[in-house]
């Protein structure tokens, strides 16, 4: 099983601020990362995958980079809709394992 | 445009089992390509990933629950299930139905139903 180690677990900023998300392997997973952004009562929605590549219809504010055990997601300018929860997950082998989510709050 | 609904009971009996189904619309299971799965998320917590299907009816579990779990598929009617035996109170949580392909990657999700297990 790929542990997977999402930091920090609550970030809060504000409207406008860069916010990176770190989320680290237990071991290489070259670049089968994906990112998904939850709000309240809602489902998880995918917004980059193959740690680096941005779902169709997300915005470019987003941004993804890392390969083997350490990635980021950059929200670049954070604005009012991107207050949520973040999960990484790793498709590079079986069971799929998401990290535990970084919070993003109002500061 | 893909969607997906869970449905079934939003409470369960300690030792019974769990049932759910989705339901597919706007896209058909039976066309092959993509992996349906069963995700759930404890209150408050993160993602837990259960298991997926494919249409010829082959699985894969999480070994954390693969003695309790059972994916099965009804392609006549564009829905999955799942069955989840011996719950506990740890069975509590939302369940989420969802489609993966060759990457298995959740691009659409059913919006979630709470199972709460209690007598």
């Known amino acids: 099983v790929i542990w997977m180690t999402q930091s920090p677990s609550l970030l809060s900023a504000s409207t406008g601020d860069r916010v990176i998300i770190s989320c680290r392997m237990s071991?290489?997973?070259?670049?089968?990362l994906a990112w998904y952004q939850q709000k309240p009562g809602k489902a998880p929605e995918l917004l980059i995958y193959?740690?680096?590549t941005l779902q169709s219809g997300v915005p470019s504010r987003f941004s993804g980079s890392g390969s083997g055990t350490d990635f980021t997601l950059t929200i670049s300018c954070l604005q009012s809709e991107d207050f949520a929860t973040y999960y990484c997950?790793?498709?590079?082998?079986?069971?799929?394992?998401f990290g535990g989510g970084t919070k993003v709050e109002i500061k | 445009q893909v969607q997906l609904q869970e449905s079934g009971p939003g409470l369960v009996k300690p030792s019974q089992t769990l049932s759910l189904t989705c339901t597919v619309s706007?896209?058909?299971?039976?066309?092959?390509?993509?992996?349906w799965s069963w995700i759930r998320q404890h209150p408050g917590k993160g993602l837990e990933w259960i298991g997926y299907?494919?249409?010829?009816?082959?699985?894969y579990y999480n070994p954390s629950l693969k003695s309790r779990v059972t994916i099965s598929v009804d392609t006549s009617k564009n829905q999955f299930s799942l069955k989840l035996s011996s719950v506990t109170a740890a069975d509590t949580a939302v369940y989420y139905c969802?489609?993966?392909?060759?990457?298995?990657?959740?691009?659409?999700w059913g919006q979630g139903t709470l199972v709460t297990v209690s007598s």
């Open positions: 969802a489609r993966s392909g060759e990457m298995a990657i959740f691009d659409y």
């Open positions: 706007g896209g058909s299971i039976s066309s092959g390509g993509y992996y």
């Open positions: 299907i494919y249409y010829s009816g082959s699985t």
């Open positions: 071991q290489g997973i070259s670049s089968y």
């Open positions: 193959a740690a680096s």
């Open positions: 997950q790793q498709y590079y082998s079986f069971p799929l394992t």
